[in-house]
Every structure is written in C-alpha cells, then in structure tokens.
C-alpha cells in the first residue's frame, strides 16, 4: 500500500501559514497532481478552512474547531486523514493552529495505526519576522521555539516589513534552535516552490521525535472570543478598537462589512503581530470576527465593541 506523503505546516499566530498552503495547493493543482488538507482552528468559527475549501475541492478539506489539534483534538486526527485518504490525495497538508507544538501531531502520525497510510515528510514552520524580531513575550518565545526545534524546513515570511540587514540577524536566531534545517525568506508566502516539493519528494530522514510530552505555558492561558457583527462599520472605528485592545488581542481575524458612503463592501480583516492590521475586499454572506489572546476577557470586549457599533 502506498504510503502518502503529509506536511505539517506550522507557526505562530498570524505568521501566514494559509497564504504559504494556498501557494502550495496551486502549484499542486498545476502539476495535476490532487492535494487534501487538514486545518485546525483554534476558535469555534472556520475561517481558513473556508478560505482554503473557495481555492480547493470542498471535499478534500477537513476542518477541526475548537481546541488545538496537539491536546484536545488529537484523537481526532485518524479519523480525519482518513476521510481525506478516500479523496486518493498526492499528498496532505496539515496546517496547525498558531499556539500548537508540531511535534505532538508527529508523534500521532507515527502511531501505528496511521503511519502505515502515510509518511511524514515535511515539518515547515512559517515565522513572521517582523514579529520575531520584536516580540519580548517569554512564554510567546518559548512555544515560536518549539516550532522551530522540529522543523525541516524554515519559511521567513514577511520580509518586505524588515530591513535587508536583519535577515542575518533572524538567521542566526533561528539557527540558535535548528542547526539543520532549510531555512528561505519570502514574502506572502512566495518562495521557490520547486525547492520546497523537491525537498518533499525526497526520501529524508525521519522527523526526530522525543519521548517527552512538550506544552507551552502560553498554550494554556491562550482563549479565544468571537465578536458579533450586525451591521457595517466605519474602518477607523475598527482600527481604533484593536489600538485600544493592542495589549491583550495577539491575532484577529474574520470578516467585516464596512460603510463607505452610500455603498457596503465586505472586508476580510486580520490582525496580528506587532499591532498590523490587512485588510482585503472578499464577499461573504457571514460576518464576524474571532480574538485570540492571552486570558481574553470575552464579556467585555464584546460589550465594548457592541458600544463602539452603535
């Protein structure tokens, strides 16, 4: 039985592993050669899978919401890939949620019952640079470290952000906690996609596993809220929310509907790192925007944002 070949992408909050995996399916797709995709939402509300399900066959995308695919949901794993093994996919990309270690997801895909389905080939952990080089959250550090200790293949995202001089800077870092691994800079996920599938393509050595149980402390004081959106809203009162709420909400993302004039256009917002925000023109029937932070006061964000919208 042919084994299938799986990559587990990986990295922090808003880091932009989905726009890295859409690249990837593209070149997939191009080369005739069907993909699936396993994604995991730290929230209740599927964002990226939805994102991902427009660009792929719905069919071959499963999606796991609500907890974190290394803890709470790792027994779901099996019964996941194999919904995805009965689409006959070339290969599976699992896409983490932010605050998971990929190293717990390894150790369930060399479990017997699945590692005789499918092959671990690639651990790629996509890293926001301006956010490395500015963050001074310990606990934030320590999980951004674990998922560089295991990966094989490093993506510096979000190079146009950061001075061309700190890219040996952010090398050196990341060398401190990988020796080995291929390490290459992009930008909206646009790297040298040949280099990548033939890296995937190879027969490579096993991911190196531990037998220790690895759990971030940020991981357990990580929640999520989602906030409701019932009519449009002016964009600088958005902007001017998340300014207020810099401290606490680390990643946002969702989608808006926004007054301009006369006219209603919807919006997909995402918030992360160092206080930066996107906006992007996608139509959509639904709008609402998940928060993720540190002890997230759900209660009162949402009183404050209702009183913002009125």
Not at 72 to 89: C, G, R
Not at 215 to 237: G, H, N, Q, W, Y
Request: charge should be neutral; aromatic fraction near 6%.
């Amino acid at each position: 039985m042919r084994r299938v070949p799986v990559v587990i992408i990986s990295g922090f909050l808003g880091s932009g592993k989905t726009t890295l995996l859409l690249n990837m399916l593209q070149v997939f797709r191009q080369k005739g050669k069907p993909p699936a995709v396993l994604i995991n939402e730290r929230g209740k509300i599927d964002i990226d899978g939805m994102l991902v399900s427009r660009k792929s066959n719905a069919e071959n995308v499963e999606t796991l919401l609500d907890g974190c695919i290394c803890c709470s949901k790792k027994s779901e794993i099996a019964s996941s890939i194999d919904k995805l093994l009965q689409t006959k996919p070339d290969a599976i990309f699992i896409e983490l949620t932010g605050v998971a270690d990929p190293e717990e997801v390894a150790k369930v895909l060399n479990e017997s019952e699945i590692i005789a389905k499918v092959s671990l080939r690639m651990v790629i952990t996509v890293v926001d640079s301006e956010y490395l080089l500015n963050n001074n959250e310990p606990n934030i550090n320590n999980l951004m470290n674990s998922q560089t200790r295991l990966a094989n293949f490093i993506v510096v995202n979000k190079t146009d952000l950061i001075a061309e001089k700190d890219k040996g800077n952010i090398e050196q870092m990341l060398r401190e906690q990988n020796s080995s691994a291929t390490i290459v800079f992009g930008q909206y996920g646009n790297i040298d996609m040949e280099q990548m599938l033939n890296r995937m393509s190879q027969s490579v050595p096993p991911i190196p596993i531990t037998d220790s149980k690895s759990e971030s402390p940020a991981f357990t004081s990580m929640t999520t809220t989602a906030l409701p959106i019932e009519k449009a809203v002016r964009m600088k009162d958005v902007e001017a929310f998340f300014k207020k709420h810099a401290g606490t909400i680390i990643r946002a993302k969702g989608f808006v509907p926004i007054s301009a004039g006369e006219k209603e256009r919807s919006y997909l917002l995402q918030y992360s790192g160092v206080q930066r925000m996107e906006w992007k023109e996608e139509e959509t029937d639904r709008f609402y925007l998940v928060l993720i932070g540190v002890d997230l006061n759900g209660r009162d964000l949402k009183e404050k944002w209702l009183s913002m919208t009125e």
